[in-house]
């Protein structure tokens, strides 16, 4: 039967593994919020390779100084633990039990008085994880309620490990897929205008073959437009691969420089409004990064084919999600009618969807548009640096 204090405990521990979704901050946090409320010395946490399988020190607590001066002889390599946690053996580390450690056994004067620990198998879906163990110089023989809680923090930091590794290889596709979407993108556009240029400049060899000067002027100076207008679609992709193109602002600060910029780039006087409702607060770094990238796509297609140059991007922050809509009223268009990977559509559809959100067109010819995005936002600015 779990009592107060145990429940107690479990909550503490819960909380501390939910703060973080790095591997490492998530171990440091198992081991000293253990040790903390158990009233524990020393902690270590072996984690097994994904890959090979090879045990590896992934944490550690107040070892003894024995242990820290010589890694190499004493915290590498096999030991009691690990093997009878390898082989399955339910008596010994593969289940919570005290194990007369072979490490500390090897420190004659420098073990702090530690020789036995307990050792806390992690587990996901039957896979070997790791070991946690936890050490005290006054060690005695566990109760079986304290064994039964040692087991229970054993399957939160097994959930905790495989939910980082979980957004480690989210992190993974989403890079992957972000590098389909831009070589998707740089085919749409750069490629096409080479190409559109190439032809351009292959007429006007022609031309000037047959001695048409007036018509080679002609030809010359639209592939002199055409070259202008990669360059600047070159341009805008280097800065859309930027590492941190919010540049240390926040998303409605970020939004707010974005229409100055394209003011200045238009050469016109667009009046591009950002509404914000609710905190200005940070949001998670992935959800701000996403966001900024599809309204910088958005009001570049408006100052290109709306036939305006006024746009109004609002922000509504709502509990669990936001909301971005980007609005114009210029020509509009009909969007089931749109070329396949047009007008950025597909990319901010994907970026949407990146961030487990969804993007919505409304429009017609001659009503304007709506571009809609809507994101959930989990853990808001905690998870800010995290994308």
């Known amino acids: 039967m779990a009592t107060d204090h145990d429940l107690a405990t479990l909550n503490t521990l819960a909380q501390a593994l939910s703060r973080s979704v790095d591997l490492a901050e998530v171990l440091q946090a198992a081991l000293d919020t253990v040790a903390e409320l158990l009233a524990l010395d020393t902690g270590w946490v072996w984690l097994l390779d994904e890959e090979t399988g ?14 820290v001066r010589r890694p190499q002889l004493l915290m590498e390599g096999p030991c009691y633990c690990l093997t009878t946690y390898e082989a399955g ?25 530690l020789r036995c620990h307990a050792s806390i198998p992690l587990y996901a879906d039957g896979r070997k994880l790791g070991i946690l163990n ?15 809680l040692l087991y229970t923090v054993g399957a939160l930091v097994s959930l905790a490990v495989e939910r980082t590794r979980l957004a480690d290889t989210r992190s993974q596709l989403a890079a ?3 590098r389909n979407r831009l070589a ?9 205008s080479l190409a559109a240029i190439t032809m351009q400049l292959e007429t006007a060899d022609a031309l000037a073959e047959r001695g048409e000067s007036a018509s080679l002027r002609s030809v010359v100076s639209h592939a002199l437009a055409l070259t202008r207008a990669t360059l600047e679609e070159a341009r805008r992709s280097v800065l859309d691969l ?10 409605a600060a970020a939004l707010r420089t974005l229409g100055d ?9 667009p009046a591009i409004e950002v509404v914000w409702e609710g905190s200005e607060d940070a949001l998670p770094a992935a959800v701000e990064l996403g966001l900024y990238r599809i309204a910088r796509e958005a009001l570049t297609n408006v100052m290109r084919h709306a036939g305006t140059t006024n746009a109004t991007v609002r922000v509504a922050r709502e509990p669990g999600h936001v909301r971005m809509r980007i609005e114009d009223r210029g ?57």
């Open 184 to 192: 998707r993108e740089i085919h749409d556009t750069l490629a096409q």
């Open 54 to 67: 090879a045990p590896h020190l992934a944490a550690t607590r107040h070892l003894p100084p024995g242990l």
């Open 89 to 113: 053996d339910l008596r010994g580390a593969a289940n919570v039990n005290v194990v007369r450690c072979s490490r500390l056994a090897q420190l004659v004067d420098d073990a702090d008085g």
């Open 331 to 387: 020509a509009g268009f009909d969007p089931s009618q749109v070329a396949p990977g047009r007008f950025g559509l597909v990319g901010m559809s994907e970026r949407a969807r990146l961030l487990g959100g969804a993007l919505r067109v409304e429009s017609a010819p001659g009503r304007g548009t709506n571009i809609v995005v809507d994101v959930p936002v989990r853990g808001g600015a905690a998870a800010r640096g995290h994308a």
């Open 176 to 178: 992957v897929e972000e």
């Open 242 to 251: 930027r590492s941190a193109p919010l540049d240390r602002r926040t998303l």
């Open 261 to 269: 910029e394209l003011r200045a780039a238009a050469g016109a006087p």
């Open 134 to 148: 936890v050490a005290s110089r006054d060690w005695r023989e566990l109760s079986r309620d304290e064994l039964d």
